[in-house]
């Protein structure tokens, strides 16, 4: 026994002797204030962990194929028990994945359990990420850990397009060829970057090797990595919750992370993964062996791309082909450009650049522990709706072939339709959606003054007819009241003692932006007219207590 280290008496029971051997190495005594910190509950905070549980999913599916799958586009016979393809020549990524299929005992259940957790990750994030946005959890400490988020939605889409494009069939193919237009529309880098991605002309040889180490190292590497951090910061900053009765920017109100939390996470893990596996087992999905092996002269109709890459087909098939010859014979082909490269390029960077936007236009520097609801700042929601409804747009032009089929339409009635709905549909949803939210805040601005309908009618001394409201208990009224009221900045002085202020335009535009964010919201009620409401409330109590009391002397004396 070392020097520094004291007997312990033999009384002492295993399992104190077992903590305290680790205590010594690992310092799990000083890990108390972690396990007992406190989480809130509601529904929205599940996305994140579906999204989480989806991942661990997928790397335990994605580690047992890798035992089966062959990255390679060498040329081999097919000789599997699937007859339409027999004797077809193939490559080795394409047969390895038939074999999975339909040889590997429970293959066919693991890659569609695989592929289906990937369509419920990239889902997860997506609805996690503009839950966070219409809330406003993205504000002061926590700008950089959206920006974190932000990325791993964009590595999880990219990585999902890898592993769609690895078994090499016809339709996955189809993506990798559309990819490669894309890729040699980039001016000035283009030809360079597809030299780099596909290894020569298309579709080469080293494509499918390429993307098999993209997708099962590289990529899954960077997504962990950020996905520790994210979670280190969420701990680092305290979880956001909702505004109500004790819930301050000074305190968290819910469960222990141990054991409460561990005990619903944990339940909850094992509900998604039976969900998915559910789904796998009923729900097909990527039939490979109805598609074949790719061909660069072959394309199959009415071919489509996993949901999450469905705006970015319809904004090309939306896209008239355009093409700007420049000085020297160089061409821009804009038909690829704008759809495929700038503007997915915008739309990334708004949802990354909004919380910096919205911080310097407000000059708000507080932190925000506690959310907004989405109808507490309605500039902000009908954005964001705006922002979804040009995805789904883009999204249904993707599929603008099978909508003509399914449902005897022209195909070039939908693809124009398409095309305008890119700018009204979004302007439609923005005005819709603002107007509603305000709606919805006057209605509560009405109900902390004059409370709520009862539904019960009463007569007044002189024959009028009025409805009886109740005022709002405490804890309702609270919730109302306790909402960030906002208002947007001062007017800037254009002139500062005589002389032009040189930050007038800087100025100016934080102050136009400011009203557009907070010029028409509805304000809170101010004390006086609260005040002034109760009192009115309490006369008009008294009047009908006056007139029942009146209706019974008259009743007593008849």
């Known amino acids: ?122 889902a997860a994030l997506c609805a996690h990420t503009l839950r966070h946005f219409l809330t406003g959890s993205f504000r002061k400490p926590r700008e950089l850990n959206w920006l974190i988020g932000f990325v791993i939605l964009i590595l999880i889409i990219l990585e999902g397009f890898v592993g769609y494009s690895l078994p090499d069939d016809l339709l996955s193919g189809t993506g990798l060829r559309i990819a490669s237009g894309i890729t040699l529309a980039i001016p000035l880098v283009g030809t360079y970057a597809h030299m780099l991605l596909f290894g020569g002309e298309f579709p080469g040889e080293d494509i499918v090797a390429r993307f098999y180490s993209l997708h099962i190292l590289l990529i899954p590497g960077i997504v962990a990595a950020l996905l520790i951090t994210h979670l280190i910061l969420v701990f680092y900053h305290k979880h956001t919750q909702f505004r109500g009765p004790g819930r301050t920017e000074k305190n968290v109100v819910g469960e222990p992370l141990f054991p409460n939390y561990v005990a619903k996470a944990g339940g909850f893990f094992f509900l998604v993964f039976g969900v998915l596996a ?157 107007r509603i939210c305000l709606g919805l805040l006057r209605r509560e601005r009405d109900k902390l003054l004059h409370g709520r309908e009862t539904g019960r009618i009463k007569r007044l001394p002189h024959g009028e007819f009025i409805e009886v409201h109740e005022h709002l208990d405490r804890q309702a009224q609270y919730t109302l009241l306790s909402r960030e009221d906002y208002a947007p900045l001062s007017a800037p002085e254009q002139t500062l003692n005589g002389v032009p202020n040189p930050q007038g335009r800087k100025e100016m535009l934080r102050y136009r932006l400011s009203r557009w964010l907070y010029g028409d919201l509805v304000p809170l009620p101010t004390r006086q007219e609260l005040r002034e409401a109760r009192e009115h409330h309490e006369v008009a109590l008294n009047d009908r207590q006056s007139t029942v009391e009146g209706q019974k002397l008259t009743d007593k004396a008849h």
């Open 1 to 122: 026994m070392r020097p520094t280290e004291k007997a312990m008496p033999a009384d002492v029971p295993r399992g104190e002797r077992v903590a305290d051997y680790l205590d010594s190495r690992l310092g799990i005594y000083k890990a108390g204030s972690l396990v007992r910190k406190i989480f809130p509950e509601h529904w929205s905070f599940m996305f994140g962990e579906i999204a989480l549980y989806s991942f661990v999913i997928l790397l335990l599916t994605g580690t047992w194929l890798t035992f089966f799958f062959e990255p390679s586009m060498a040329e081999t016979v097919y000789e599997g028990p699937y007859k339409p393809l027999q004797g077809i020549l193939m490559s080795e990524a394409y047969a390895s994945t038939m074999e999975i299929s339909f040889e590997v005992r429970g293959g066919l259940l693991i890659r569609q359990l695989h592929h289906w957790s990937a369509l419920t990750m990239i």
């Open 278 to 434: 559910l789904m796998a087992g009923i729900a097909q999905i990527n039939p490979v062996w109805a598609y074949g092996p790719y061909k660069a002269d072959q394309i199959s109709q009415g071919s489509q791309p996993d949901w999450y890459m469905g705006f970015l087909e319809g904004a090309l098939r939306a896209m008239p082909a355009w093409e700007v010859v420049l000085p020297g014979g160089y061409t821009l082909s804009l038909g690829i450009l704008i759809p495929a490269v700038i503007l997915p390029t915008l739309m990334a960077a708004v949802i990354a650049l909004w919380p910096f936007l919205e911080a310097w236009v407000t000059g708000d520097k507080r932190e925000h522990h506690l959310l907004d609801r989405p109808r507490d700042h309605p500039t902000r929601t009908a954005f964001g709706c705006a922002f979804v409804a040009l995805y789904l747009v883009l999204f249904f032009g993707g599929a603008n072939d099978i909508l003509a089929e399914r449902f005897h339409l022209s195909l070039n009635a939908i693809t124009w339709s398409i095309r305008i709905g890119v700018f009204l549909v979004p302007v439609l949803t923005y005005v819709l959606t603002k």
